[in-house]
Nanobody, 120 residues
Framework: QVQLVESGGGLVQPGGSLRLTCAAS????????MGWYRQAPGKQRELVAA???????NYADSVKGRFTISRDNAKNTVYLQMGSLKPDDTAVYYC??????????????WGQGTQVTVSS
């Protein structure tokens, strides 16, 4: 069984910073990519940022230059450093991992979500 556990969400003022952490644990054979998605009330879940095992990154246009994704492969952990936060960044942030548990099984897993609220 695989678990993704997120931490680091909270309330922050506009212009502030937060760092999200997601640690994957369990019967993990290999992790191909990890990422962060977010879902605001009344909106669809959207990709925020993703990173491959080789370090290639992809960002939503709305967060480019403000957010940085990184990962520690040895710890099966991905981070999202968020800066210059805006009220529009308010959402539940979900960790996502594309991984395999053996040579034959590759699936997508999700964390439980962590709330980020940007408000004065």
């Amino acid at each position: 069984q695989v678990q993704l556990v997120e931490s680091g969400g909270g309330l922050v003022q506009p212009g502030g910073s937060l760092r999200l952490t997601c640690a994957a644990s369990g019967n993990i054979f290999s992790i191909y990519a990890m990422g962060w998605y977010r879902q605001a009330p009344g909106k669809q879940r959207e990709l925020v940022a993703a990173i491959t095992s080789g370090g290639n990154t992809n960002y939503a246009d709305s967060v480019k230059g403000r957010f940085t994704i990184s990962r520690d492969n040895a710890k099966n952990t991905v981070y999202l450093q968020m800066g210059s936060l805006k009220p529009d960044d308010t959402a539940v942030y979900y960790c996502n991992a594309d991984l395999s548990t053996n040579w034959f099984s590759r699936n997508e897993y999700w964390g439980q979500g962590t709330q980020v609220t940007v408000s004065s």
